[in-house]
Structure formats: C-alpha cells, structure tokens
Nanobody, 120 residues
Framework: QVQLVESGGGLVQAGGSLRLSCAASGNFVSINAMGWYRQAPGKQRELVARFTDGGITDYAGSVKGRFTISGDNAKNTVYLQMNSLKPEDTADYYC??????????????WGQGTQVTVSS
C-alpha cells in the first residue's frame, strides 16, 4: 500500500503565495511519475503540474510562469510553489503518484487533497 500525505493549503489573498508538499510512503520500489492536480467546485479534476516518467516537468498552461514543481527524491516528496495566485486557482489540490511495487505492479495513488482558497 502507498500513502500520499499533502500539506500546505490554506487561504491567501490574490497575488499571494503558497507552497504545497506531498510525501509518499509505503511499499514501493520506485516512483515513476508524481504531481499535482486540482478540482474546483463543479469542474473536472485537471492537471496542474507533474514530473512525468523520465523526469520531465509538465504544467497546465494556466499556471505556467506562476507555479513551480520541485522534488526531493531522498524524501519521496514533491512540492508545488504557487506564486501570483488568482481567485481562479481556488480548488482542492490533489497529489498523485504512479509507483512500482515489489511485485512489479504499477499503480496510481491519490492523496486526500488539500484546499486552496484565493480571495480577491
């Protein structure tokens, strides 16, 4: 089993910054991909930023230049630095990881989500 624990959400004024963290733990051999998604009320969950299999970063167009994803391999943790936040960034943010376990099974896991609210 794999657990993803997110932290760092909260309430911030437009133009402000927040940093989200997601730490992976459990029985796995490797993390193939890891990143952040978000879901606003009444909308579908969408990609925000991720490290793809191969280590390439991938950003949603709406956050490019404002958000930065980074990682600490030793801690199995990814971070999302969010700057110049806008009210439209308000959403529940979810961490997702694709991992390979000791049986060679590749599975996708989601965190519980952390709420980000940007006031105007």
């Amino acid at each position: 089993q794999v657990q993803l624990v997110e932290s760092g959400g909260g309430l911030v004024q437009a133009g402000g910054s927040l940093r989200l963290s997601c730490a992976a733990s459990g029985n796995f051999v490797s993390i193939n991909a890891m990143g952040w998604y978000r879901q606003a009320p009444g909308k579908q969950r969408e990609l925000v930023a991720r490290f793809t299999d191969g280590g390439i970063t991938d950003y949603a167009g709406s956050v490019k230049g404002r958000f930065t994803i980074s990682g600490d391999n030793a801690k199995n943790t990814v971070y999302l630095q969010m700057n110049s936040l806008k009210p439209e960034d308000t959403a529940d943010y979810y961490c997702k990881a694709d991992v390979t376990d000791y049986r060679g099974y590749i599975g996708s896991y989601w965190g519980q989500g952390t709420q980000v609210t940007v006031s105007s």
